[in-house]
T-cell receptor, first 114, second 113 residues
C-alpha cells in the first residue's frame, strides 16, 4: 500500500514553545491531507483538512491560530502546534488521499508538553 | 451527533475463533466504508474496504458484510490470531465530503492464545 511518513514520531517540549510535525506521502501525490488528534483509548478526531496550495479547513472547535497547517506541495503537509501547553499533549496523526480516494495514515506523532 | 456507531467497545476471543465487529451508520450518502487496524502507538492501517454496490468482500481472513437497507456493516476476522490483537475502527465517507472520514468509536480486540 501507499506510504505516508510522519516526523517526528515522538517529541517532548516545554510549555510555551512551538512544535512542527511533518506528514509526507512517499510514493504518491496527495492533493488532500487530513490531520487527526487521538487521545488514549479514544477514536480519531478530525482537526482539519489540508489541500495543496490553499488554506486548511478546520473542524468546529479547533483553533486555527493554535494549530497551523501548511500544505506546501503535493507530498508534504505540516502541522505546527503553537505555544504548546500540557493539554495539547496527544497523539497526532495525518492521512493522505490517493487519486482514487483511498486514505493512508502516517505512523503518528506523540507530543508531550511539559 | 455520532454518525457511525461501533460495537462492541472491546472483545476477547480465543485463538482460532471468529471476531465480529459491527457498525451502523446514519448518513445514506456514505458510499465508502473502510476498516482500519491500529496497534498501540501506531497510526491506523487500512485493512479492507467496501462500497455499497456489493454485500460482501473477503480478503484473506478478513470479511466485510454490508447491509445497505439496514445501514449496517460488519468485520469478521476468521481464525483469529494473537497478532490480530489491536484496535479496529470502522469508518465511512462519501465523495462529496472529499473523502473526509467519519470514524466509529473503535473496538479493542484481544485474541488469547
Amino acid at each position: 500500500g501507499a506510504v505516508v511518513s510522519q516526523h517526528p514520531s515522538r517529541v517532548i517540549c516545554k510549555s510555551g514553545t512551538s512544535v512542527k510535525i511533518e506528514c509526507r506521502s512517499l510514493d504518491f501525490q496527495a492533493t488532500t491531507m487530513f490531520w487527526y488528534r487521538q487521545f488514549p483509548k479514544q477514536s480519531l478526531m478530525l482537526m482539519a483538512t489540508s489541500n495543496e496550495g490553499s488554506k486548511a479547513t478546520y473542524e468546529q472547535g479547533v483553533e486555527k491560530d493554535k494549530f497551523l497547517i501548511n500544505h506546501a506541495s503535493l507530498t508534504l503537509s505540516t502541522l505546527t502546534v503553537t505555544s504548546a501547553h500540557p493539554e495539547d499533549s496527544s497523539f497526532y496523526i495525518c492521512s493522505a488521499s490517493t487519486a482514487i480516494g483511498e486514505l493512508f495514515f502516517g505512523e503518528g506523532s506523540r507530543l508531550t508538553v511539559l | 451527533q455520532q454518525q457511525v456507531k461501533q460495537s462492541p467497545q472491546s472483545l476477547i476471543v480465543q485463538k482460532g475463533g471468529i471476531s465480529i465487529i459491527n457498525c451502523a451508520y446514519e448518513n445514506t450518502a456514505f458510499d465508502y466504508f473502510p476498516w482500519y487496524q491500529q496497534f498501540p502507538g501506531k497510526g491506523p492501517a487500512l485493512l479492507i474496504a467496501i462500497r455499497p454496490d456489493v454485500s460482501e468482500k473477503k480478503e484473506g481472513r478478513f470479511t466485510i458484510s454490508f447491509n445497505k437497507s439496514a445501514k449496517q456493516f460488519s468485520l469478521h476476522i476468521m481464525d483469529s490470531q494473537p497478532g490480530d490483537s489491536a484496535t479496529y475502527f470502522c469508518a465511512a465517507t462519501f465523495k462529496a465530503a472529499g473523502n473526509k472520514l467519519t470514524f466509529g468509536g473503535g473496538t479493542r480486540v484481544l485474541v488469547k492464545p
